[in-house]
């Protein structure tokens, strides 16, 4: 009999394509307004999409950019650079 386990969430990295515990992972959403910007509480309204919490991956989704493509909204020069700007203070 195994102990009753406590179900974790699991999402896949929009980069690397990796799934994981969704508290590995950061969520980035589209408000209404059409902003990309990065939901800190995990709770936002909007469609979401997760990133590993690794520079890299940032990055990548970035420079391909993957973000817009997940959020299917365009990704706007300054919400791209508001999380550039998150990516490198808090990864
Ligand atoms: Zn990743």
């Not at 929009?14 to 902003?35: G, M, Y």
């Not at 990548?60 to 919400?79: E, M, N, S, V, W």
Request: proline share 3%.
């Amino acid at each position: 009999m195994s102990p009753k386990k406590k179900h974790r969430p699991q999402r896949t990295c929009i980069a690397c394509r990796e799934v994981k515990d969704k508290q590995a992972l950061l969520r980035i959403v589209r408000t209404s307004e059409q902003r990309i910007v990065v939901d800190e509480t995990g709770k936002a309204q909007g469609r979401g999409a997760y990133l590993c919490k690794q520079v890299a991956c940032w990055q990548k989704a970035l420079d391909r950019g993957i973000i817009g493509r997940a959020l299917k909204a365009p990704l706007t020069d300054q919400d791209a650079e508001a999380l550039r700007q998150y990516a490198s203070e808090i990864l």
